[in-house]
């Protein structure tokens, strides 16, 4: 059981980071605030829709992602945005 525990902080920041990087592409594409179905997310991450809900929350905790009431959608917020600029800008260099 504590195996576990530990195997799923390593898995989730990868999907955090992928979701970030899906919600930024889809805001560049179609302009702000680039709204996801979550389950388009889970699809294209070829994860589970509760997989993408767990992701999220610590994202929307800290104010990089928003989501609708429901929980169906989500997207990056100003601040979630601007982080990833620079997170690109800095591997750019």
């Known amino acids: 059981m504590h195996k576990n525990s530990e195997e799923k902080p390593k898995k989730d920041p990868i999907s955090q980071q992928s979701i970030l ?15 996801m179905d979550i389950s388009e997310i889970a699809g294209q991450l070829k994860i589970s829709v509760e997989d993408v ?7 929307f905790v800290e104010g990089t ?18 982080l990833f600029r620079n997170k690109r800008s800095v591997s750019d260099h």
């Not at 592409?25 to 680039?34: A, L, M, S």
């Not at 809900?53 to 994202?59: F, V």
């Open 65 to 82: 992602v928003d989501t609708d009431r429901l929980g169906f959608a989500a997207s990056l917020t100003p601040k979630g945005y601007a």
């Open 53 to 59: 809900h767990r992701a999220i929350k610590p994202l």
């Open 21 to 35: 990087n899906i919600l930024a592409k889809e805001r560049e594409q179609i302009g702000p605030p680039g709204i």
